[in-house]
């Protein structure tokens, strides 16, 4: 394929971005490939007749020196343009390289190229769909390519050439079902991609390869064939190693035998054997091995119909426990364990709403490549996971029509390969069942766990909160008028509307004439809700939060109490005109589908909309229902609070809601009754030595039925972690002093820039805003890639940066703490800026300690610092994961040794060695820990 054909792999450095506000070239890297082989490069260093920048001198090691004696760019334009003369351009982002490159050859006095142009970011999304970055440093670590000079244009050049054969190899080995769909829906691609679509597929077809045995073609998808093999029944059952000399010679050649991990598995072995129905809490430290030693413990009494569910907070757990600690169980045991991730329907890929998409007329470039992923990805994929994926955000529109919503398929093109059918069938078969705590919350009583199963709920000091998050909803009024404003005008008011585009059909006519006074009616009914809201949190009379563009309420349930009568019957009659909205525009979709053939692409175009819509109306009916359910008596809803979120302090129409759960008991009961022989485990569920009552307290476990054990460390702590603590008295000794903000931004580049991966904690978004902006650029973090919450990207994506990299420091708040994983990559340090205390300003926080203060509760003891000492000690555990981790912890809140409750920070420490140190001693100690 591309016989004789010249790929030119370009790389530019430059000043800056801007090429039209004076931005040059200070290098050109080119690599030319023909017929499968990089047979030349060529590299030109440019002085580029203005100052190179810092940050770009830092990025790239290009100096203003080192260009001083090169020639101008108009020296190498003649030669640059004959290089290029006749082959196909390439770049990671050519919609970069290509502008600025014709820029300067136009600016040189030559013509511009009009070559053909690839973009290897574009392809690489196709051809590898489940990668997590396309970065090109990310991309040639991932596939093992040699990258020896990041951001220099010759290196980068070279590497990109070297990813662009990597690419065509894999399309080129792509089914011609899946070739032939996605030459279709190249055209809308950047530059010439759809020349590498249509090159491969019209070659391919040449050959007339047959499909590969593994994969199934259905309505022109190919997709991996799906296993439904039964469990063997007769496979031999074996019993658990009583022995620990058994353990041993089990564990030889897979993990350490370690006695504490031994100790705990013994633990927990006897509490699943026993006959009565208690739970045990068992606090593990980090590097105890406590996922592997649960599964141990209670895979010898599993059975297809007694299952095991283990609960985690994070996808990333869930997925680590699947695919790592479950092979590792079955080596170690000789026991068959299948087990199977448990997620909401709308996680998996539904075929039969992707296959329309197809033929949607209305794509842009972002949908267009994300559907030629996911035909790539459906040659891949065993499950339809769309989190395989790894996007950064799946809020485009096209997920309303491809997540699956639950239903069992049958008699459709896909049904007999529905993801989702599949999934719940996976699900039966297991032997253990994988979820996080917001699904468990919500779906308790689901069948799928099988008949009295065994429970697990791992990283147990986070429960609460989860299933807290799980129980709270919102109505956002404003946007749910606005959406009946935009239903309005589509049917009625825009330039192509329904009753405008029909105007000669009297069937559809009638329709619309019955369903526009309903819509009115369903405003009205809305704007009553929010009168009646605004009426008991009017600004005027009650203390506020200014947020963004909004001001912030907090009501206790027993405020509500005075409306709640009137709010339930103006919520009943809200829902009943939703459900007549509903139906009045399901009806006027019918119609329209019925005349499909007869179309314009604008109607069908209406038609999208119009189902857009009925989902939004159905999300919106579902939480006018929950939020009905929580006014239906005064003592329910004073175990409620409230927030009002209101745009327009003087307009009550702009009034929003949440509401939140205050007491979790009955909750939780709800859930735990379900289940037999519960266990809790975490590294953090003691705010000092052997006192779980905070914690027994807020998971709603019944003291009396309760069982603890604290496991032993399996490693010297004192060996692998190293504590300093500022203690200056030329820093502010508490951080809300201002000028502590500026002592952050003189130490933290010194601080950051000693080691490779450096997590830097704080409690407030606004200060990290402020950090970053003055440290970013520092010379000293010229190596790193420095990422800030709020910034830099999502969490989610922030977190795959920070695991990425060679070099990274995180700022990071509120999960960073503790929820948010960095999967198998190191923390060297963890830096905290300031004890981690919750904001009594926090909505639930404050609704928590109302309650608690009415019940006569000391709320600082009580709730206030044993949940800031839990979440130090989270983050504390950030540092050692494995038995070949070495961290260091450093705290500049000097709070931790000068306030009354600095010594329950200290002992809640693994290691009660801790380093007082000034501030220009601090950097010293980083650099002289291992």
Sequence with gaps: ??????????????????????????????????????????????????????????????????????????????????????????????????????YELVNAGLEPLTNRSLDTVELAQIAFPTFASFKLQDLTKRLKIRHTNPH???????????????????????????????????????????????????????????????????????????????????????????????????????????????NLINRIHNFVSAKNDKSLLVEAPNGTGKTFSYLFSYA???????????????????????????????????????????????????????????????????????????????????????????????????????????????????????????????????????????FLANHGHDSIWGQNPFLVIDEAHRFEDNVVSARSNSLQFESFWGLLSHLHHVLYNSHQS????????????????????????????????????????????????????????VLSGDEIVPIQKELRRVLERMQARIDEVRQGTNKIVDWLLAQKDSLLMSDIATIDDLTSQLDYLDSYSESAYILSDQLLDAQTLGEKGFLLQITDPNDPL????????????????????????KLFVSATLTKNDQDFTFMVKQLGLDPTQVETYQAKLTLDYKKHLKIASLKDGSVAGNPNEPNFERYLEQQLPHLASVKAHTLILFTNLEVIKNTYERIANNPLLKDYEVLAQGITGSNEKIAKRFALSKKAILLGANTFWEGIDFRDTVVDVVIITRLPFESPDQPAVQLRQQKLVKQGFDVFTEDVLPRAIIRFRQAEGRLIRHERDYGVFIVLDQRFNQSGYSTAFKQSLPVKQIEYLQKDDLVQFLKHEK
């Excluded at 390289?97 to 014709?102: A, K, V």
């Excluded at 996808?315 to 026991?335: A, D, S, Y």
């Excluded at 009553?528 to 939060?545: A, D, K, T």
Aim: charged fraction near 20%; glycine fraction near 4%.
């Design 1 to 102: 394929m591309f016989l004789n054909q010249v790929f030119a792999v370009v790389d530019l450095e430059t000043t800056g971005t801007q090429r039209n506000e004076h931005d040059r070239i200070i290098q050109f890297g080119c690599a030319l490939i023909k017929n499968g082989h990089i047979f030349k490069t060529f590299s030109f260093l440019i002085n580029p007749q203005k100052r190179i920048p810092p940050v770009i001198e830092n990025l790239t090691g290009i100096t203003n020196k080192s260009v001083k004696n090169q020639p101008p760019f108009a020296y190498f334009a003649a030669q640059i343009s004959k290089i290029l003369k006749n082959t196909i351009f390439v770049a990671h982002n050519v919609n970069f390289d290509l502008p600025f490159l014709n």
């Design 152 to 262: 220099q244009a010759d290196s980068d050049a070279v590497v990109t050439a070297k990813l662009l054969l990597k690419i065509l190899a894999v399309i080129e080995e792509m089914p011609q079902a899946t070739l032939n769909q996605l030459m279709g829906l190249s055209k809308g691609l950047t530059r010439d991609n759809d020349y590498v679509f249509e090159e491969i597929a019209n070659t391919s077809r040449l050959s007339k390869r047959p499909l590969p045995k593994n994969m199934i073609q259905i309505k022109g998808l190919v997709l991996q064939k799906q296993s439904h093999a039964l469990p063997d029944q007769n496979a031999p059952r074996l019993t658990f190693p009583l022995a620990d000399s058994d353990k041993k010679k089990m564990f030889k050649g897979n993990i350490n035998y370690r006695r504490g991990q031994v």
């Design 300 to 438: 010898y009494n599993l059975s297809n119909l007694q299952k095991l569910v283990v609960a985690t907070p994070t996808m990333v757990l869930q997925q680590q426990i699947v695919e790592q600690e479950i092979p590792q169980l079955n080596q170690v045991t000789g026991l068959p364990i299948k087990a199977e991730l448990i997620k909401s329907p709308s996680h998996y890929l539904d075929l039969d709403g992707f296959f329309q998409t197809l033929y949607d007329f209305n794509q842009n470039k972002p949908t267009t490549i994300l559907q030629m992923r996911i035909i790539s990805w459906l040659t891949q994929t065993t499950t339809g996971d769309l989190d395989e994926l790894q996007l950064t955000t799946y809020n485009a529109p096209i997920f309303s029509l491809i997540k699956h919503p639950g239903d069992a398929r049958v008699g459709t093109d896909f049904s007999d390969v529905d993801f989702w059918n599949y999934a719940r069938y996976r699900q039966e078969q297991a032997d253990i069942l994988v979820t996080n705590h917001a």
């Design 498 to 553: 329904l009753a405008d585009s029909f105007n000669n059909s009297q069937d559809l006519l009638f329709l619309l004439s019955g369903l526009e006074p309903k819509i009115t009616e369903l405003i009205h009914t809305i704007n009553e809700v929010q009168r009646l809201y605004y009426s008991v949190g009017n600004p005027r009379e009650h203390p506020y939060q200014r947020r963004r563009n909004q001001i912030e309420i």
């Design 654 to 677: 702009s009034t929003n809601v949440t509401w939140l759960t205050l007491d979790t008991s009955d909750d939780l009961h709800d859930i735990y009754q379900r289940f037999t022989h």
